[in-house]
């Protein structure tokens, strides 16, 4: 037996055109796909009516969203946006997803004919996923600081309390395609370096709420992103953070020095690394009982000194020991 494909190639060589398409009238009687509406806020009915659908606990954040005036917010910041999808329903509609679960946009042709999650978006009809998957790449990179001050601003002003204590750590969003200015960087997932956007994070310990965030870094910018954190945050607030946690290998003892002067107070979580003594990056010995034990480092040796192995042998003899065996060994 010959197989279709087969068959096809057979006709081919022989000078056979294909068939030509058959018309919907002419094709069996059978279901077929649903083809959703486009998108179009000029076409949102708000008529009185009863809504059947899944996402209905995403209405409870409109409250909030209103408050923040989040549309205008979006404006000012130069986000894109047209006609039919104006900026603040595009966002609506990629933070619906976030929202309801941990759905990507790509997983929204599922839910296209949902006409809860159109309503919460502002629209007709929810966005397809080759819209969600575009808009990202059409936000200009200077919209996104912007967007951070003013989402600061504006929930402060709601009455959002600031944090005192925040867990600060790099991540690393992989690239998969062949850019050759994306560095390569650790992912710690895969324990590799591959090419990847690194990104910086500054999370609220006791809500879990990310405050300041940066994607656009590069290896030799890393090193000073703790000091621009702070910066951000006492020219938002008026004074400094009152706590950081961060892994030792984060910055530079440099770095840390400068932080001491202003006095910031440090919770350093470090490794034990047997080169690491030598090198510019904190020693993963030294103050390490502080770090382990949640101690706050107010004061950190000296950048020069830090470097040296007799001071360094003198700090681990002061430092208490530390049972690094884990409950149950």
């Excluded at 408050?67 to 900026?87: I, N």
């Excluded at 969600?132 to 402060?156: A, G, H, I, K, N």
Aim: overall charge positive; glycine content about 8%; charged content about 25%.
């Amino acid at each position: 037996m010959l197989s279709p494909a087969a068959v096809a190639a057979i006709l081919k060589q022989e000078g056979f055109a294909k068939l030509p398409r058959r018309a919907d009238d002419e094709r069996p009687n059978q279901p077929r796909p649903v083809a959703a509406e486009v998108a179009d806020v000029r076409q949102l009915d708000l008529t009185p009516r009863v809504v059947h659908t899944k996402f209905g606990g995403l209405f409870l954040f409109l409250p909030d969203l209103v408050a923040t005036g989040l549309d205008a917010v979006l404006a000012r910041c130069g986000f894109p946006g047209s006609e039919m999808v104006p900026a603040g329903c595009a966002l609506r509609s990629l933070l619906a997803l976030k929202l309801f679960g941990n759905a990507r946009h790509r997983h929204v042709m599922g839910y296209v004919l949902d006409e809860g999650l159109a309503l919460f978006a502002g629209l007709n009809a929810i966005p397809k996923r080759s819209f969600l998957t575009e808009y990202s790449c059409r936000v200009p990179p200077s919209c996104y600081p912007r967007l951070m001050r003013r989402w600061f601003d504006t929930v402060s002003r709601l009455g959002l309390r600031w944090g005192t204590s925040f867990d600060l750590d790099f991540h690393t969003i992989p690239f998969h395609g062949e850019d050759a200015l994306v560095e390569k960087h650790y992912v710690s997932k895969r324990s590799r370096s591959q090419k990847g956007v690194l990104a910086f994070l500054a999370q609220d310990a006791e809500t879990r709420v990310f405050c300041y965030a940066n994607a656009e870094l590069r290896k030799d910018q890393r090193d000073d992103e703790i000091l621009r954190f702070v910066d951000y945050w006492k020219r938002r607030t008026g004074r400094l953070p009152e706590e950081l946690i961060f892994d030792g290998t984060l910055t530079t003892y440099a770095r840390l020095n400068e932080l001491n002067r202003m006095g910031a107070q440090l919770i350093t979580l470090r490794r034990r690394t047997p080169k690491a003594a030598g090198g510019d990056r904190p020693d993963p010995d030294v103050g390490v009982a502080a770090g382990r034990t949640g101690e706050r480092l107010s004061r950190l040796p000296d950048a020069a000194g830090a470097r040296s192995p007799d001071q360094a042998d003198g700090l681990r003899q002061a430092a208490p020991s530390v049972d690094r065996r884990g409950p149950g060994a």
